[in-house]
């Protein structure tokens, strides 16, 4: 039986309709509006595309976007002057700086400049630690999508059985707090992993990020279970034409699981959904107010 299809593309937009809502009642009952802004260092392709695409959302949602396009050989004096400008502009709630900075410049140091209140990424150590500990904080984007994802489509994860393969400080090891946050029983499986097919085929819910295009196939798969494809590889295909596949061979794995999420239009739009929903969650906070519901942690 072939498993259902986890819409990404189409949650992604059911939650940035709950954004522009929030955004309205915001606006109308309190004067305020929500700002994001985006630090872009250099001329990265990737991440000029993806800045374009945050700011047109962002403003789609009724928020204020401010963009900040620098030279690659920005100084990290000045990004740093930058980020503490943001940091006290009451109009900006969210700050976003955009990965991967240029060699030059320490992105620990940068990140960790940002106020922890307006680190939409979720990446500054505060927030790290926050979410580990369990308490209240940013979380990061991706995370919070397949969260957000799994919640709708079972209810209670209560009591299952998670694996989450990748160790990342952007996804696997934030999936594992917020899963653990579920009262799910957590393990965060990688390449050291001894019998990982073995560990992947105990899940009922898979979570794959770890950037190898197609890794896990059908077989290290639960009959039944949920797989969420964190992946978004460039591979070769037909004709010389490259063409996008996650971290699990989607064919083989949708033949066996309850359930899959599809690359792309999977997790990826839920990224920059999560990204809006944290900037609207880090304006209420800053103002004392009540967070929206069902955008949140």
Same mark, same amino acid.
């Given at each position: 039986m072939a498993a259902s299809l986890i819409d990404g593309k189409a949650f992604a937009e059911r939650v940035r309709a709950k954004v522009a809502d929030h955004v309205t009642?915001?606006?109308e009952e309190h004067g305020l509006v929500p700002g994001l802004a985006v630090v872009l260092v250099g001329e990265d392709p990737a991440s000029q595309v993806y800045v374009r695409s945050k700011g047109k959302q962002t403003v789609e949602a009724g928020m204020a976007s401010f963009e900040h396009k620098l030279a690659a050989d920005t100084s990290e004096a000045e990004l740093l002057d930058l980020i503490a400008k943001l940091n006290a502009d009451t109009k900006v709630h969210g700050i976003l700086v955009q990965l991967?900075?240029?060699?030059h410049l320490n992105s620990d140091l940068v990140i960790n400049s940002i106020d922890p209140a307006k680190d939409v990424d979720g990446?500054?150590?505060?927030?790290? *630690?926050?979410?580990?500990?369990?308490?209240?904080?940013?979380?990061?984007? @991706?995370?919070?999508?397949?969260?957000?994802?799994?919640?709708?489509?079972? *209810?209670?994860?209560s009591g299952m059985n998670a694996v989450v393969v990748g160790r990342s400080n952007i996804v696997g090891k934030p999936m594992a707090q917020l899963l653990l946050g579920e009262s799910c029983t957590v393990t965060i499986a990688h390449s050291r992993t001894r019998?990982?097919?073995? #560990?992947?085929?105990?899940?009922?819910?898979? #979570?794959?990020?770890?950037?190898?295009?197609?890794?896990i196939p059908g077989d290290w798969v639960k009959p039944g279970a949920t797989v969420i494809d964190v992946g978004i590889n460039r591979i070769e295909g037909e004709g010389g034409k490259t063409r996008l596949v996650g971290d699990v061979d989607f064919d083989s794995c949708a033949a066996v699981a309850?359930?899959?999420t599809p690359v792309p239009g999977g997790v990826g739009p839920m990224t920059i959904a999560c990204l809006l929903a944290n900037t609207v969650t880090a304006c209420c906070?800053?103002?004392?107010?009540?967070?929206?519901?069902?955008? @949140?942690?």
């Open positions: 009642r915001l606006r991967p900075l240029p060699s990446f500054h150590i505060s927030n790290v *630690g926050l979410l580990g500990t369990g308490q209240k904080s940013m979380v990061p984007c @991706t995370p919070l999508g397949c969260l957000m994802m799994l919640r709708d489509y079972h *209810g209670s994860l019998d990982l097919p073995e #560990v992947c085929r105990r899940a009922d819910i898979l #979570v794959a990020a770890v950037g190898r295009p197609q890794m309850g359930a899959i906070r800053a103002n004392g107010l009540a967070e929206p519901e069902g955008l @949140t942690a």
